[in-house]
Structure formats: C-alpha cells, structure tokens
C-alpha cells in the first residue's frame, strides 16, 4: 500500500464490479494524518465537553477515518470518545434505482439522546448518504446537535448539506472518482469491468 | 442454480447456491442488530405492500413474517382465509387475482398443498411470491432460519460474527435430522440449506417415514438413531405431523419415541456442545423428552428469535432486488 498506487483499487458493488483507475494521487498518507490531526483540533474547538461527543463512521468508508479521528480526540481531550459505526443501506432513498450494497454491520451501543454526534465519511458527493445517516440516527435518540466531518468534499451536492470539518475541498468533475482512505486519496474514474 | 434471490420469488431451497443462502445468512446479520435497538423499525421497505395469505393455520411463520414486514416500513395486507371469499368457493387463482389487482409489491404464501406457491408464481409474474409452507414440498425460510441459528451460535463460541464466517463453519459439520422426515417440508428445506453449506447431513427415521424417493436425495440415511447419535454436532428434530396422517405410519406413539424420540438417555450421548434444534410447535414427550427441550444445547427459542431477522433478509432482497433488475 502506501503511496503508490500500481495496484487498481477495486470497489465492488453488488450489480456490476467498478474498477477504480487512479489518474493521480492527491494527498498521501502524511497529508491525510495531517488533515485529521487538524479536524481533530478542530472539533475540540467547536465542542467544548469531549465527553458528550459521539464519533459515528458510515459504514464503509468512514469507518477508518471516525476511528483515527476519535483516536485524535482521545490524545487532545485525554478523554475516551465514544465510537460506533452505521450502515445507512436500509435508508437510502436510492434503494430501488442503485443497487443496494451489501450489508455491513451497523454498531451503536449507546443512546444519542443529547449527545453532539460527529458523523465521518471519506467523501462527500451528493449529501444522500449523510441524509440517509442523519435518518438513521434519529432511531438511536435526539442528539443535541449532529456534525459532519468529511476527508473530501468533491461537491455536487443534491441537498441542502454542508460538511463542518473537511480534510481537503476537492473540486470534480461528476463523472470522476475519489477514493479516500488512511493510506491518501486518489482521483481517477470507474471502469466497468 | 441460483446464486442470488434478489428480485426473485423465493418458493425452495432446492437448486440455491451456497453464495445465494450466505448472502440471506449476511444480510440477516445486519437485521439481527435491527431488533436489538431501541426503534425497532427502518425505512427499507416504505411504501411496498406485502400480503400474507395463510390457508393453513400457523403461529411463529405468520408473526414473524408480519413483524418482518413492519420491520421493514412495509405495509402489511393479511387475509384471514377463514373469513374471505374462498368460503364462498372462490379458487385460489380468483383471489390471487385479485390480490394482484390491488397492487402488492409481494405475497408470503402457506398452503397445504405442495406446489401452491409455485403455482401462485405462475398466476402473477410481476409479485415476488415467498414460500411460507407448501404441503410436504418445502418451508424455506425456516430452512434458513436453522441455518442461520447454527452459524450463529458456532460463531459465538469463536467469538466472531457469523457473516465474518461466510459458509466456512459449515465444512465438516455433522448434522442428523430425525423424526418424520417424509412428511416433512422442513426437512427438505434444512437437508437443502446444510447441504448447501458443505455440511454433511445424515437422516434417521422409521423406515414408513422415509420418502419414497429418499435416494435422489443428498443425503445418507441412517438405520439406527442410537448409532448416528455420537457423530452428529447439530441434532435437527421434526415435529410428529399429527394432521397429515402421520399416526397411521408409527405403530404407536411409544414406539417412535422409543426408536427415534430424543430422550434423555439419548440426549447424555451426545457430543458435547452438540445442538438441538427443533422447528417446533414441540410434541414434548414424543420426538423429544421434555427436559431435553429445555436443556442449553436446545437451541429451539433461538431458532423462533431468528424467524423475524432472516424473514426481513428475504422480504428485503426478494423485494428490494426487483426493482434493481428491471432498471437494469
């Protein structure tokens, strides 16, 4: 892994497999570090209480991200955060026209109830996976407030959401694609195999 | 084979690819975390209307396919067959017309005969049909529901979740499935889903209650129960089936229980950690000594907790998988 990108990444969906074919590297693995050491110090400073802080990663590609973000937190605050991870599939309001995605485990063991919910996603595209999350968190309590932290913001958005701590603001086209992850973030486009 | 049930009427296991069954088993996972939480409901389903038609009588396979329904945001048609007008003489394919008519995204079937849902199928090509029990064909949900149960519980000895396993718990697995095994759609079922799965399956019954074409099956039938009792690690019971004649083909209740019941004496040969599984409604006393339905090896209330989660899997990919397929 690390910084080179030789292999093709592959990011299967149900329908059909997507190779992902990276064009470029944007940032490597101490950028992306580095950008989460910086929302970290971020959150801390809009949230004052680290105790009352939830860090929720969207399964599947927030959960890397909300678990090195709430590893961050622990090391400012000294305080241990919690954390859960969400699988937003069975609210997506795409379920009919996209393929649903194979399930992955959604864990939150604690209720939200007045509690500031941190939710963490590598790319934010369109705003109806952060919908389909915010949906889904209403099931676990009524959070005091709900933030999105983001590793990418590539925009074209399709609802009125905006993300509160952004690791890079990466303007796209729509056809391209973004992978993000702990090793860097790569732009390039998907393939049908 | 099929490799997926997604978009398709689900009316056997028969013909289901090891993938097809792990990927309801996967996808029951995530269901299962659904009813531990608060909010025991997500939107999946809005808006679909599923339809339950029971023409046979039947407790856990009716409630838990209606809570899985609303489970899912579906809306839930249920018709009390007693009460319609199939009284009247209506035929099975003048009310499935007429469920059709009303818009049904799918139908969850029992009939006493087997081959009904099968033939619903043919009736109306546009709503998914899912087997709830046809006669003595098949009850595939319930042939899910103890595959999933298995892989569950061996899964938690490890410590592990079952969809980290896929279907690999199941390799060498020795599993026995005793009783009626020639009335018996859930036999059928289970002998489908563990064969599936790589386990190998053994049958052990009066030889009056053997199917005739017990050869075509995947299966090796065991002469004498006491013998096989060691060697399995899952022991499937059946219910004695009272209402299909069954009394007619056991010299006397005793007998059975005494040849192929599960009593305690059987019960203490067991391997240890070995399971007990039954479909039930339990005859406690006949197939299976009252205290050992109650021991921890029976895993029976496990196996009814396991009915909703794995009935929304199938709702889920039955229903939601249809609208994929005809996008693309």
């Known amino acids: ?193 | 084979m099929i490799d997926s049930i997604r978009g398709c009427s689900l009316l056997t296991l028969n013909d289901m690819s090891c993938a097809a069954i792990t990927e309801v088993l996967d996808t029951a996972e995530s269901f299962v975390e659904v009813n531990r939480r608060a909010i025991k409901k997500v939107p999946a389903l809005k808006g679909r209307v599923v339809a339950s038609l029971f023409f046979e009588e039947s407790t856990r396979t009716r409630l838990s396919f209606e809570a899985a329904a609303k489970r899912l945001s579906a809306d839930v048609l249920s018709l009390a067959v007693a009460s319609s007008s199939m009284k009247k003489g209506e035929s099975l394919r003048d009310t499935i017309a007429t469920i059709e008519a009303l818009g049904i995204d799918a139908v969850v079937m029992r009939h006493k005969s087997s081959g009904a849902a099968a033939q619903v199928e043919g009736f109306v090509p546009n709503v998914r049909v899912i087997n709830a029990g046809d006669g003595q064909h098949q009850h595939p949900t319930q042939g899910l529901l103890d595959a999933f149960t298995v892989r569950q519980v061996l899964a938690e000895r490890l410590g592990v979740i079952g969809s980290e396993t896929g279907s690999s718990l199941f390799e060498g697995l020795n599993v026995l499935i005793v009783g009626d095994i020639r009335h018996s759609r859930v036999a059928r079922s289970d002998v489908a889903a563990y064969v599936a799965l790589g386990a190998s399956v053994r049958v052990a019954a009066p030889g009056t209650l053997l199917p005739v074409d017990i050869d075509a099956w995947p299966v090796s039938v065991v002469e004498d129960f006491d013998e096989a009792i060691e060697w399995a690690d899952v022991v499937g019971l059946l219910r004695l089936q009272h209402e299909r004649g069954t009394g007619s083909f056991v010299p006397s209740l005793g007998e059975f229980t005494f040849t192929h019941g599960l009593t305690w004496e059987r019960a203490r040969r067991l391997k240890s950690g070995a399971l007990i599984m039954h479909p039930g409604p339990m005859n406690r006393g006949v197939e299976v000594d009252s205290r050992v339905a109650d021991l921890d090896a029976a895993i029976i209330n496990r196996q009814v907790e396991n009915g909703v989660p794995i009935r929304m899997a199938v709702l889920y990919l039955c229903i939601v998988g249809a609208a994929k397929g005809e996008v693309q």
């Not at chain 1, 941190?118 to 790319?123: A, L, T």
């Not at chain 1, 709900?146 to 990466?170: S, T, W, Y």
């Open chain 1, 1 to 193: 892994m690390g910084d080179s990108v030789s292999e093709d990444r592959e990011r299967p969906t149900p329908e059909r497999v997507l190779t992902f074919a990276a064009r470029s590297q944007l940032l490597s693995a101490d950028d992306v570090m580095r950008a989460l050491r910086r929302m970290g110090h971020e959150i801390v400073e809009r949230n004052h209480d680290p105790e009352s802080i939830s860090v929720v990663g969207l399964q599947t590609g927030g959960v890397g991200f909300a678990n090195r973000i709430a590893q961050i937190l622990f090391e400012i605050t000294g305080s241990q955060i919690s954390l859960g991870v969400l699988d937003v599939s069975f609210y997506r309001d795409d379920l009919s026209s996209n393929p649903a995605p194979p399930s992955a485990l959604t864990r939150i063991d604690h209720d939200l109830t007045d509690r500031t919910v941190i939710v963490v996603d590598d790319v934010l595209f369109t705003g109806r996976t952060v919908r389909a999350a915010l949906n889904a968190l209403s099931d676990w309590g009524r959070p005091a407030a709900v933030e999105l932290a983001v590793m990418v913001d590539r925009g074209h958005r399709e609802f009125p959401i905006r993300p509160d701590f952004v690791g890079k603001n990466l303007p796209t086209a729509r056809d391209e694609a973004i992978v993000a992850n702990l090793d860097g973030v790569w732009i390039g486009s998907k393939e049908a195999r």
